[in-house]
């Protein structure tokens, strides 16, 4: 049987964690409430290259879709029909007309789309007996674990304890990076006449509903879209959630 005041000790230390945990739950969930109700903008990181024709109009274009974007995608992936979808409302605000895949020969401009995604995990490490959920040691009682630089070893029936430092790790929402790329051909000479990237990185699952937004960051200020890295904040509607 365990010593005395070794249970008492942790059943102390189980319940002051367990209150430090609903106290940073509490803590954690009124956070993002309340940064959810303050988003009012999507902030993109946007760098643009090459200048478009002095006095050439956007004309009429098509998509231009890679064989390796039409390959199968991985489950999950963001389709091109998604890519396209997002970035249409702003080609066409710009004066771009879309022509369907059998007038490609007709276009002016090849509009070439592309978006990459980073999931970050990322793990927080925490000492033994400071503010883990179930007390000072975890999901486990002392003796689950030797520590290998405690000082005083403590034997009980079933296990021995080494009081020592020691690490417990939890897992945290993701660092997700979103980064769209537009790319505007000639059809007929292949030459580039601008490119332009927009990055977003938020903490979380991947959220598609930010896209348009990022190639509405990506193509502001075209065809007079200044050389160079530079943020740009793309407003939500007043009815966004």
Excluded: N
């Amino acid at each position: 049987m365990a010593h005395p005041g070794i249970l008492r000790s942790f059943l102390r230390g189980c319940m002051r964690g367990f209150v430090r945990w609903l106290m940073l739950l509490c803590v954690v969930c009124g956070a993002a409430w309340l940064s959810g109700c303050a988003a009012t903008s999507v902030t993109s990181q946007v760098q643009s290259f090459g200048q478009w024709p002095p006095g050439r109009k956007a004309g009429t274009f098509v998509f231009d879709v890679l064989p390796s974007q039409q390959a199968p995608q991985a489950p999950g992936a963001v389709s091109q029909d998604k890519l396209q979808a997002a970035a249409l409302p702003t080609l066409q605000s710009l004066g771009f007309s879309l022509l369907s895949p059998d007038q490609a020969e007709r276009a002016d401009v090849l509009v070439q789309l592309g978006l990459a995604v980073r999931v970050e995990p990322r793990l927080r490490y925490e000492p033994y007996g400071s503010h883990g959920p179930f007390g000072p040691w975890g999901l486990f009682p002392p003796g689950a674990y030797a520590y290998p630089h405690g000082r005083s070893p403590h034997h009980w029936r079933g296990g021995s304890v080494w009081w020592g430092p020691g690490w417990v790790a939890s897992m945290e929402p993701p660092w997700v990076t979103l980064r769209v790329s537009v790319i505007l051909r000639d059809r007929r000479t292949s030459q580039v006449l601008h490119e332009a990237h927009a990055s977003h990185d938020r903490l979380g699952a991947v959220d598609e509903s930010v896209l348009p937004y990022l190639f509405r960051a990506a193509l502001q200020g075209f065809p007079d879209a200044p050389p160079g890295p530079r943020v740009i904040d793309v407003p939500l509607p007043q009815d966004a959630p």
